[in-house]
């Protein structure tokens, strides 16, 4: 009888431990004035470009005692693409790259988290560009949380990715007259972010 009722009592504490656990997670939105997704992609062999979205909008689920992260969902204005160029910014918004006309939108959508102790570490999830999807995985420094001087509580964190952008259908290029590529291949994704406690 004992040990019927010391059973009994694990599985009320278990499955009290299952409820409670969820309500611990508390839900962030992305701070689009202290975050940058940028990007790095080689042009003309020897050199680099770099660019960023300007506009864009995100949230996650975050349990500060367990480190968890769940249910990140980010949504990128595929036409606030902006490498201070506007030329080359209007050739990114066409259907050479990034089909903005009938793909107006980039998505990331997690399917799962990887931990290095209580942080996370490696976030995978499905990245949408130009249409396609594709699965893609960010290398996560999580930094901590903070109150800023207002009192708001904000998440700091790094990301950082590569891609095959030929992945996603986008090939366009030239060859140079010397040999090589006008526009390499892989993009390095390299994002800066806070994320502040949604109070809603």
Do not use: C
């Amino acid at each position: 009888m004992k040990f019927v009722k010391r059973s009994s009592l694990y599985v009320l504490f278990v499955l009290s431990v299952l409820w409670i656990s969820p309500l611990q997670a508390r839900t962030f939105k992305i701070d689009p004035s202290h975050t940058n997704i940028g990007f790095e992609i080689s042009h003309l062999v020897i050199a680099t470009v770099e660019g960023r979205f300007d506009k864009f909008e995100g949230t996650f689920d975050f349990d500060e005692q367990s480190g968890k992260l769940n249910n990140l969902s980010v949504e990128i204005d595929s036409t606030s693409i902006n490498t201070n160029e506007p030329d080359r910014d209007k050739h990114l918004r066409s259907d050479d790259f990034f089909k903005t006309a009938t793909n107006p939108k980039l998505t990331f959508k997690s399917t799962q988290v990887d931990y290095n102790g209580n942080k996370p570490h490696k976030i995978h999830g499905e990245l949408t560009m130009a249409g396609v999807t594709q699965p893609v995985t960010l290398d996560v420094n999580y930094k901590g949380l903070v109150n800023d001087p207002w009192g708001n509580e904000k998440l700091v964190f790094d990301a950082k990715t590569v891609i095959n952008r030929k992945q996603w259908g986008i090939n366009w290029n030239k060859t140079l007259d010397k040999g090589g590529l006008a526009v390499g291949e892989d993009v390095t994704i390299i994002i800066k972010g806070q994320a502040m406690r949604s109070t809603e």
